[in-house]
């Protein structure tokens, strides 16, 4: 499977320890350099620029042959959905809702953080009442509400 990924989803996942769940769900993961530069920048904890500054061997940085002008989206965002595009990508990992728009106009499958983890959660790799319980620990913006409601959806599924 051929992943792209924004900066978001990786920043969550570093920051609850889970940074991981990426290489055992979709194997290699590829980033364009804009969002490699969103990792780096001086006011990311220092977990994150420990991660990028020496990345495991199945996080690939690429750069697209070009970006596309997307209005009101920020670099890395818009060059992941041209990097996405121009390698035909399977999904593009994103959480911006104007970023989401812009892939799905253009074709490209996505998911988000949220997503990412469920999958992990449904394949046994975590515990999903303790990750989002760390994601309300950070500054994440989601509603604690809909995390709530979405481990009471996965809670049920299981019990069927």
Known sequence: MLVVADSSPLIVLINIGRIDILHALFGKVIIPPEVAVELRHDKR????????????????????????????????????????????????????ILGRKAAVARGIQITGTIGIIEQAADQ?????????????????????????????????????
């Open 45 to 96: 904890p220092l977990s994150i620029r420990t991660f990028i500054s020496a990345p495991p061997d199945w996080l690939i940085e690429q750069t697209p042959s070009s970006v596309d002008s997307i209005p009101m989206l920020h670099p890395g965002e818009a060059s992941a959905i041209s990097l996405a595009v121009e390698l035909g990508a399977d999904l593009l990992l994103i959480d911006e």
């Open 124 to 160: 046994g790799l975590l515990d999903l009442k303790e990750a989002f319980s760390q994601i309300k620990n950070t500054d994440f913006w989601i509603s604690h509400e809909l995390l709530d409601a979405r481990l009471e959806l996965f809670l049920r599924r299981k019990q069927r």
